[in-house]
């Protein structure tokens, strides 16, 4: 299975929807004057979901060996209204969950 194929398939069970792949952008998203995420964002065109039509994804590695790639979707719906802002959005929502896999932790 092709890099593409196993996202279409990740689209297919998060989403419930087929896709085409439409694109491949390269993103660079830099804070603070560092590369906090780099890699190729596909762009897909989402056929019959209900709230958008486009869905951006992506695999990068983890550090856990037993699920060594994750992927990534994120819907075209505001703010994810383009590769980077859809970067943008995954960048903050692992974020939050780091932060609140902390604080249970701690309780």
């Known amino acids: 299975m092709t890099h593409i194929e196993e996202l279409r398939d990740v689209i297919r069970k998060l989403h419930g929807v087929e896709s085409t792949h439409v694109t491949s952008v390269p993103v660079k998203e830099v804070f603070d004057g560092k590369t906090v ?19 951006y994804a992506w695999s990068h590695a983890t550090d856990d060996p037993e699920a060594p790639k994750r992927s990534v979707t994120v819907l075209h719906i505001p703010p994810a209204v383009s590769p980077i802002t859809a970067v943008r959005v995954a960048i903050m929502q692992e974020l939050k969950e780091a932060r609140a896999n902390a604080e249970a932790a701690e309780a």
């Open 37 to 55: 995420w780099e890699g190729i964002v596909e762009v897909f065109t989402l056929h019959g979901h209900p709230k958008a039509n486009t869905a």
